[in-house]
């Protein structure tokens, strides 16, 4: 229930995380590309939605050093919520942000949880990082940036997770580099744990209520 798409471009060619004219610059190269990128997204989404109900993208990215060289140690997670919003309490997520407004739309309009439970609950997807031992952000131990720098989701998490027309959802995923990217050691242990994560996110979020 998951779609994976690879994009081998650099970015310095080709940023499939920005809207079509921004992301190819004109280059009618780069253009075809992104017009690729994006149909077998499309694609996969189709499939997904007429073979399980619903689905996920996950947009991945790596966030390195901040400009005062501090490194923060957890995935950000990105819901399209923006820093100032995730400072508030639980109460003001629920009473004052639409659900529409979030990447996870179409989960939050099915299910009875709360914006607030599902973003950084004890059962949210950063919560589920942290268990399996990867700090994240937010999670029901980071649950707000603070005035720390944070990536909040781009174009991809905007498309694939808003439109209501399509019963799917999508959640930038931004890894730090030490403990997750570091060797080839800490990328094999994270990418086990990885799949362990996204399986108790299926089982808790996907599993009982899409039928």
Do not use: C
């Given at each position: 229930?998951?779609?994976?798409?690879?994009?081998?471009?650099?970015?310095?060619?080709?940023?499939?995380?920005?809207?079509?004219?921004?992301?190819?610059?004109?280059?009618?190269?780069?253009?075809?590309?992104?017009?690729?990128?994006?149909?077998?997204?499309?694609?996969?989404?189709?499939?997904?939605?007429?073979n399980f109900n619903t689905g996920?993208?996950?947009?991945?990215?790596?966030?390195?050093?901040?400009?005062?060289?501090?490194?923060?140690?957890?995935?950000?997670?990105?819901?399209?919520?923006?820093?100032?919003?995730?400072?508030?309490?639980?109460?003001?997520?629920?009473?004052?942000?639409?659900?529409?407004?979030?990447?996870?739309?179409?989960?939050?309009?099915?299910?009875?949880?709360?914006?607030?439970?599902?973003?950084?609950?004890?059962?949210?997807?950063?919560?589920?990082?942290?268990?399996?031992?990867?700090?994240?952000?937010?999670?029901?131990?980071?649950?707000?940036?603070?005035?720390?720098?944070?990536?909040?989701?781009?174009?991809?998490?905007?498309?694939?997770?808003?439109?209501?027309?399509?019963?799917?959802?999508?959640?930038?995923?931004?890894?730090?580099?030490?403990?997750?990217?570091?060797?080839?050691n800490s990328i094999n242990a994270?990418?086990?744990?990885?799949?362990?994560?996204?399986?108790?996110?299926?089982?808790?979020?996907?599993?009982?209520?899409?039928?």
């Amino acid at each position: 229930m998951a779609a994976f798409v690879i994009n081998n471009l650099k970015r310095t060619k080709l940023d499939a995380n920005r809207d079509r004219v921004e992301a190819a610059q004109g280059n009618i190269y780069a253009e075809r590309a992104f017009d690729e990128f994006h149909f077998y997204i499309d694609v996969a989404r189709d499939e997904i939605i007429q073979n399980f109900n619903t689905g996920l993208l996950f947009d991945i990215h790596g966030h390195g050093a901040n400009p005062d060289g501090y490194v923060d140690p957890r995935t950000w997670l990105g819901y399209l919520l923006s820093a100032d919003e995730l400072d508030n309490s639980d109460e003001y997520l629920d009473q004052n942000l639409s659900i529409n407004e979030t990447s996870l739309y179409s989960l939050l309009y099915n299910s009875n949880e709360s914006l607030s439970s599902v973003i950084r609950g004890q059962n949210s997807l950063g919560s589920i990082f942290e268990r399996y031992g990867y700090e994240a952000l937010p999670s029901d131990m980071s649950p707000s940036p603070e005035g720390m720098r944070y990536f909040s989701g781009g174009y991809n998490t905007v498309v694939y997770g808003t439109d209501s027309d399509y019963n799917f959802n999508a959640i930038q995923l931004e890894f730090p580099y030490p403990t997750i990217r570091d060797n080839q050691n800490s990328i094999n242990a994270f990418a086990e744990a990885f799949s362990s994560v996204i399986h108790d996110y299926f089982i808790t979020y996907f599993n009982n209520i899409f039928v």
